[in-house]
């Protein structure tokens, strides 16, 4: 299929653009920043520099290209420093996720593009009551913190959107698996501490495996939700102190819900206490996959083990490096 990747220079679309490849697939590799365009070009896409929050401009750039298939994969989280609200870091992310999906919407529609895939996201999203490990029927959280509103909103919206024009939104679980990853300069430097109990439940996801599904529901994905997680949705408390020493870092600290209430805000509150998981029986049931990391324990090792203090492992000489959102 000839597949129009926006955000193919991010954390996923890097690991993305080669699986296409792989498969079979042309692919029109689409990003914000002008520099990027050799990464996507090393990658053996097409570059194409697109705002997806330019509707005319994503209008355009679909119809010249004549894709078939269209993944949605632009997040602006790249540099983000995260505060006490969700909210306001997730800003430009929400915008991408609401008028830049519409807006690649609209576009296939007129182009006739046969395929939709877009990116959600599954940790922390499920309403935080019954069982620790939700799937896609089950229902989302109703009344999230009042800083996570508009980004839950945002996730939903893209959600909806998409599966009415008949495409698939992957809820991915939490990606890891470069040396940027948001988590790891805190987790190194003990600035992300278990909070309370540490019982609230995440849902990881691999870059890698991430790349892999969203490959196989582009191939043969029904219309409708995937949950794209590892088998080992777990509580704070054992995957905090994995991933510390997976870094060769101490053992993160503890402070109670409280403290870091007052510190964090309600968002880390809820992240640490409560939040769910996600189960990803449907997406192996009905793409056929099977993630190479099926839990975070191997995939934290494998990823951060060889990691020096300048940088970790990269799988592919064009995957993005040198950047945090924390
Ligand atoms: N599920 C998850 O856990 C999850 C989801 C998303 C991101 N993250 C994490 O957040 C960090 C940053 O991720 P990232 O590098 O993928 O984020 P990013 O820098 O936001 O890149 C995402 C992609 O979207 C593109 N993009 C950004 N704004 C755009 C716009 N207005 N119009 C069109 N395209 C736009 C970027 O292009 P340029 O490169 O040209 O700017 C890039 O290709 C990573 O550590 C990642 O793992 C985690």
């Given at each position: 299929m000839r597949v129009f990747v926006a955000g193919a220079s991010g954390a996923i679309g890097t690991r993305l653009v080669p699986q296409l490849i792989e498969h079979g697939h042309e692919v029109i590799g689409a990003f914000r920043s002008p520099g990027s365009a050799e990464r996507v070009r090393v990658l053996g896409a097409q570059p194409v520099a697109l705002d997806l929050l330019d509707a005319s401009a994503v209008r355009q750039a679909v119809l010249e290209a004549e894709p078939e298939a269209i993944i949605h994969q632009a997040t602006a989280l790249a540099n983000v420093r995260f505060g006490r609200s969700i909210d306001k870091s997730f800003g430009p992310t929400n915008r991408l996720r609401t008028a830049g999906t519409d807006a690649l919407l609209a576009a296939a529609r007129e182009a006739g593009v046969r395929r939709f895939v877009a990116q959600s996201f599954a940790s922390y999203r499920y309403a935080r009551e019954g069982a620790m490990v939700k799937t896609e029927e089950d229902r989302l959280d109703?009344?999230?913190p009042a800083m996570a509103r508009e980004t839950n909103a945002a996730m939903s919206h893209l959600d909806q959107a998409v599966t009415d024009a008949g495409g698939i939104a992957l809820r991915y679980?939490?990606?890891?698996?470069?040396?940027?990853?948001?988590?790891v300069k805190p987790v190194r430097k003990r600035q992300f501490p278990v909070v309370g109990a540490g019982d609230g439940f995440t849902s990881f996801i691999h870059l890698d495996d991430a790349a892999a599904a969203t490959v196989l529901a582009l191939e043969h994905g029904g219309a409708g939700i995937y949950n794209i997680t590892d088998d080992e949705p777990a509580p704070m408390r054992e995957w905090l102190p994995a991933m510390a020493s997976a870094l060769g870092a101490k053992p993160p600290r503890h402070v109670p819900l409280w403290l870091a209430g007052l510190i964090a805000g309600k968002g880390a509150v809820m992240m640490a206490a409560g939040s769910r998981g996600a189960s990803s029986a449907k997406a192996k049931r009905e793409l056929g996959w099977t993630p190479r990391y099926p839990s975070w324990r191997q995939g934290f090792v494998a990823a951060y083990a060889p990691a020096t203090e300048a940088g970790g492992r990269n799988t592919h000489p064009a995957t993005r490096t040198g950047h945090s959102p924390a």
């Amino acid at each position: 299929m000839r597949v129009f990747v926006a955000g193919a220079s991010g954390a996923i679309g890097t690991r993305l653009v080669p699986q296409l490849i792989e498969h079979g697939h042309e692919v029109i590799g689409a990003f914000r920043s002008p520099g990027s365009a050799e990464r996507v070009r090393v990658l053996g896409a097409q570059p194409v520099a697109l705002d997806l929050l330019d509707a005319s401009a994503v209008r355009q750039a679909v119809l010249e290209a004549e894709p078939e298939a269209i993944i949605h994969q632009a997040t602006a989280l790249a540099n983000v420093r995260f505060g006490r609200s969700i909210d306001k870091s997730f800003g430009p992310t929400n915008r991408l996720r609401t008028a830049g999906t519409d807006a690649l919407l609209a576009a296939a529609r007129e182009a006739g593009v046969r395929r939709f895939v877009a990116q959600s996201f599954a940790s922390y999203r499920y309403a935080r009551e019954g069982a620790m490990v939700k799937t896609e029927e089950d229902r989302l959280d109703p009344d999230p913190p009042a800083m996570a509103r508009e980004t839950n909103a945002a996730m939903s919206h893209l959600d909806q959107a998409v599966t009415d024009a008949g495409g698939i939104a992957l809820r991915y679980g939490g990606f890891y698996g470069a040396a940027n990853d948001g988590l790891v300069k805190p987790v190194r430097k003990r600035q992300f501490p278990v909070v309370g109990a540490g019982d609230g439940f995440t849902s990881f996801i691999h870059l890698d495996d991430a790349a892999a599904a969203t490959v196989l529901a582009l191939e043969h994905g029904g219309a409708g939700i995937y949950n794209i997680t590892d088998d080992e949705p777990a509580p704070m408390r054992e995957w905090l102190p994995a991933m510390a020493s997976a870094l060769g870092a101490k053992p993160p600290r503890h402070v109670p819900l409280w403290l870091a209430g007052l510190i964090a805000g309600k968002g880390a509150v809820m992240m640490a206490a409560g939040s769910r998981g996600a189960s990803s029986a449907k997406a192996k049931r009905e793409l056929g996959w099977t993630p190479r990391y099926p839990s975070w324990r191997q995939g934290f090792v494998a990823a951060y083990a060889p990691a020096t203090e300048a940088g970790g492992r990269n799988t592919h000489p064009a995957t993005r490096t040198g950047h945090s959102p924390a």
